[in-house]
Nanobody, 122 residues
């Protein structure tokens, strides 16, 4: 599965961005996740969503600010990011879970697309 993330950019603190991930039809029954990695830091789980969108999971530091969703008809997963902070600066990746549900464990994902850079200025 070729995953393609897009929508990143440069935004001021407090601003918003919406990331998109074109997941392809073969991912329609899989959980999906967003991860991020900042320079010099380990990759971390940001948000995940189940195959049907009924279950979502978030990193504590983004709860209330980020929303993950999916449009199965378009085979696309979104990450709406609001109230962005400089510490949200990272390359963001989408990934396809091995199962119908997401996981915070990156090893449970089979595919990962090229990331999109998000830079939040203070």
């Amino acid at each position: 599965v070729q995953l393609q993330a897009s929508g990143g950019g440069l935004v001021q603190a407090g601003g918003s961005l919406r990331l998109s991930c074109a997941a392809g039809r073969t991912a329609s029954n899989n959980g999906m996740g967003w991860f991020r990695q900042a320079p010099g830091k380990e990759r971390e789980f940001v948000a995940g969503i189940s195959w049907n969108g009924a279950s979502t999971t978030y990193l504590d530091s983004v709860k209330g600010r980020f929303t993950i969703s999916r449009d199965r008809a378009k085979n696309t997963v979104y990450l709406q990011m609001s109230s962005l902070k400089p510490e949200d600066t990272a390359v963001y990746y989408c990934a396809k879970s091995r199962t119908s549900y997401s996981s915070t464990d990156y090893s449970q994902y089979t595919s990962r697309g090229q990331g999109t850079q998000v830079t939040v200025s203070s």
